[in-house]
């Protein structure tokens, strides 16, 4: 019975996943959608301020220890300099290729989780991580990883990302979805803020029409905070207090694949036969990490989801 209840919070943990890759999928059409009016800067803290704003009754009476505190603000530092530093990375690499060195978050991951409890990953996972990181090389396209500062940036976010998906699944230990939600919101905001601040001191031009935006792009940049900030990065920590971190991180992977999906229907792009083949591929590291969950002990003691 026990055995059961595990395997149902297991696969409850990886629809949530799911859901927010879908999300993100999106998020990044609307990116591209909106790149031209406004600064990636200002997008990503307008973003995140937007969603601190609207998470911190989450986290003003948090009970929380002061490690527990800078753990969750530290993987939302991490947050916020990866994306950063994959909006870095597109002045001067193609979006393919940044989807591809980003991916390797799925690689990172294990390893870094085996570095820090002294303990091989297991061959299912290495399987998985192999099968998805080529279903993204084909899912994106050409790849030529030419030497370019901007790979330098992106490599640095994969792992970033990678060092925030290991983050959250400790935080969720002790934390409230929400919670940390909340906390990464902010986390992520004041790294951005500083960022801001500093660039618009030497280039003041990036303020220029700041909140003047037009009802379609505030529509972009509510999406962008509230279902693509608030919502997905709740999900993230829903899920992650029922998946291990290395499932979590393969899961996450399926979001080329939404990309993808929407670009078809809102952009006109096409898929070719060979990037099919590489979502298949990414499905398939999928089932694999399913097969990584049947046999599922208890679900662990932890903070509800719901409540403080």
């Known amino acids: 019975m026990r055995q059961n209840s595990g395997r149902i919070e297991w696969f409850t943990g990886l629809a949530a996943i799911i859901v927010a890759t879908v999300i993100w999928g999106y998020s990044n059409v609307?990116?591209?959608?909106?790149?031209?009016?406004?600064?990636?800067?200002?997008?990503?803290?307008?973003?995140?301020?937007?969603?601190?704003?609207?998470?911190?009754?989450?986290i003003i009476k948090t009970r929380l220890?002061?490690?527990?505190?800078?753990?969750?603000?530290?993987?939302?530092?991490?947050?916020g300099l990866s994306?950063?530093?994959?909006?870095?990375?597109?002045?001067?690499?193609?979006?393919d290729e940044v989807a591809f060195v980003g991916s390797l978050y799925v690689v990172f991951t294990p390893i870094g989780i085996a570095i820090l409890r002294k303990?091989?990953?297991?061959?299912?996972?290495?399987?998985?991580?192999?099968?998805?990181?080529?279903?993204?090389?084909?899912?994106?396209?050409?790849?030529?990883?030419?030497?370019?500062?901007?790979?330098?940036?992106?490599?640095?976010?994969?792992?970033?990302?990678?060092?925030?998906?290991?983050?959250t699944t400790e935080i969720a230990k002790h934390a409230t979805a929400l919670q940390i939600a909340g906390l990464q919101s902010v986390g992520a905001t004041i790294v951005l803020s500083v960022y801001v601040v500093a660039q618009g001191a030497v280039r003041p031009s990036i303020?220029?029409?700041?909140?003047?935006?037009?009802?379609?792009?505030?529509?972009?940049?509510?999406?962008?905070?509230?279902?693509?900030?608030?919502?997905?990065?709740?999900?993230?920590?829903?899920?992650?207090?029922?998946?291990?971190?290395?499932?979590?991180a393969l899961a996450f992977n399926i979001e080329p694949i939404w990309t993808a999906v929407f670009a078809?229907?809102?952009l006109s792009q096409t898929m070719n036969i060979a990037q099919m083949v590489g979502a298949v591929l990414i499905l398939a590291s999928l089932f694999l990490v399913s097969k990584l969950g049947e046999d599922i002990p208890a679900p662990p003691e932890r903070a509800s989801s719901f409540g403080s």
Not at 65 to 79: D, F, N, P, S
Not at 83 to 95: H, R, Y
């Open 207 to 248: 303020y220029d029409g700041m909140f003047g935006w037009s009802t379609t792009e505030w529509i972009w940049i509510s999406y962008m905070a509230i279902p693509a900030t608030v919502v997905a990065c709740y999900l993230q920590a829903f899920g992650q207090t029922r998946i291990r971190a290395t499932e979590a």
């Open 264 to 266: 078809w229907g809102l």
């Open 30 to 58: 609307v990116i591209r959608q909106g790149e031209a009016a406004v600064s990636p800067s200002i997008l990503l803290w307008t973003r995140f301020g937007l969603a601190s704003v609207v998470l911190i009754p989450a």
């Open 119 to 167: 303990r091989f990953p297991s061959k299912a996972v290495f399987a998985a991580v192999f099968v998805s990181v080529a279903g993204v090389s084909l899912l994106t396209g050409r790849i030529t990883l030419n030497l370019r500062v901007g790979l330098i940036f992106v490599f640095l976010a994969a792992i970033g990302l990678s060092a925030q998906i290991i983050g």
């Open 65 to 79: 220890i002061r490690r527990h505190w800078v753990l969750g603000l530290a993987t939302g530092a991490l947050l």
């Open 83 to 95: 994306v950063l530093a994959q909006a870095f990375a597109m002045k001067s690499v193609p979006v």
